[in-house]
């Protein structure tokens, strides 16, 4: 089975920019692996933020945008709030199984 | 509003079974595919398992084959887990999520906690 690649942990100043990324074992992830990211804070069930690479839910604050950056899936958070410390995993599909990353944990400080 | 409220989760011995329930309500349920996602406390999220919205396609991750099933009954709105030969290291959290037909889990429920251990 696949091992999808994220960064253990990231920091960010208030206001400032942060980018995670997501790999794959297998290769460079691409637009068929069909890219999903999630933010988690603690005692919380996940939510979704991005799904299919770049598309927003409903409640994803501005902030947050998703895309591909060379062999990777990337998330990137322009202006980062406090409130955006949290755990972020990425999910990628593998025809019909689905592989979460380790996660990133993400401190605003 | 869409709800997915799971249920089932127990402190149980190694060996056992049990089945977890993810009641939805708020959507069409037929028309969506519902996935298992668990997470042992402290860690990070581990898909399981999803199935169609007819109840015929089913998957399990590789980690789980064999021991977990997964079904639904759309009469119900109500999704299952059947978990058996229960393992010290199947305790996490166990949540329930939607998703349009092969796509994968944006709604999700609170999750209900499995604590196997003797």
């Known amino acids: 089975q696949a091992v999808v690649i994220q960064e253990p942990s990231l920091t960010v100043s208030p206001g400032g920019t942060v980018t995670l990324t997501c790999g794959s074992s297998?290769?460079?992830?691409?637009?068929?692996?069909?890219p999903y990211w999630f933010q988690q804070k603690p005692g919380q069930a996940p939510r979704t933020l991005i799904h299919d690479t770049s598309n927003k839910r409903s409640w994803t604050p501005a902030r947050f945008s998703g895309s591909l950056l060379g062999e990777k899936a990337a998330l990137t958070l322009s202006g980062a709030q406090p409130e955006d410390e949290a755990d972020y995993y990425c999910l990628l599909s593998y025809g019909d199984v689905w592989v979460f990353g380790g996660g990133t944990t993400l401190t605003v400080l | 509003e869409v709800q997915l409220v799971e249920s089932g989760g127990d402190l149980l011995q190694p060996g056992g079974s049990l089945r977890l329930s993810c009641a939805a309500s708020?959507?069409?349920?037929?028309?969506?595919?519902m996935h298992w996602v668990r997470q042992v406390p402290g860690k990070g999220l581990i898909w399981v398992s999803r199935?169609?919205?007819?109840?015929?396609?089913?998957i399990y991750s590789d980690s789980v084959k064999g021991r977990f099933t997964i079904s639904r009954d759309n009469a119900k709105s109500t999704v299952y887990l059947q978990i058996s030969g229960l393992r010290v290291d199947d305790t996490a959290v166990y949540f329930c999520?939607?998703?349009?037909?092969?796509?994968?889990?944006?709604?999700w429920g609170q999750g209900t906690l499995l604590t196997v251990s003797s």
């Open positions: 999520a939607r998703s349009t037909p092969g796509m994968g889990p944006v709604d």
């Open positions: 708020g959507f069409m349920f037929s028309s969506y595919w």
């Open positions: 199935i169609s919205g007819d109840g015929y396609r089913t």
């Open positions: 297998t290769g460079a992830v691409t637009s068929g692996h069909y």
